[in-house]
Nanobody, 127 residues
Framework: QVQLVESGGGSVQPGGSLRLSCAGS????????IGWFRQAPGKEREGVSC?????????FYADSVKGRFTISRDNAKNMVYLQMNSLKPEDTAVYYC???????????????????WGQGTQVTVSS
């Protein structure tokens, strides 16, 4: 059964850090670009970051998280991570990982282009 499972969410104070994990089951994450998205209550789902399949060192970030978040892969463990530092209250959301086939002309930030999705993990940043 194909499944993505996110973990590592929780509640932190502003300025704190969390590392989210995306674990693949029944599929090999190395075959896909992997994106992280987030959705806050009443808001649209937005792209946070993505790491390419074709070039594993190539990654993408939303302007709002550049310099604070880092995406990485561990292909031996079939895992993708999102290290989140200097967290802000506006980072509060449910975070999802998803797979993208990375066809020519793809858009890393477009959720409609992604195929498999995890169930999400809650991140709450508050005082």
């Amino acid at each position: 059964q194909v499944q993505l499972v996110e973990s590592g969410g929780g509640s932190v104070q502003p300025g704190g850090s969390l590392r989210l994990s995306c674990a693949g089951s029944g599929l090999t994450l190395e075959y896909y670009a992997i994106g992280w998205f987030r959705q806050a209550p009443g808001k649209e789902r937005e792209g946070v970051s993505c790491i390419s399949n074709k070039y594993g060192t190539v990654s993408f970030y939303a302007d709002s998280v550049k310099g604070r978040f880092t995406i990485s892969r561990d292909n031996a463990k079939n895992m993708v991570y999102l290290q989140m530092n200097s967290l802000k209250p506006e980072d509060t959301a449910v975070y999802y990982c998803a797979t993208h086939p990375e066809q020519y002309g793809w858009n890393w930030y477009a959720p409609e282009e992604y195929d498999h999705w995890g169930q999400g993990t809650q991140v709450t940043v508050s005082s």
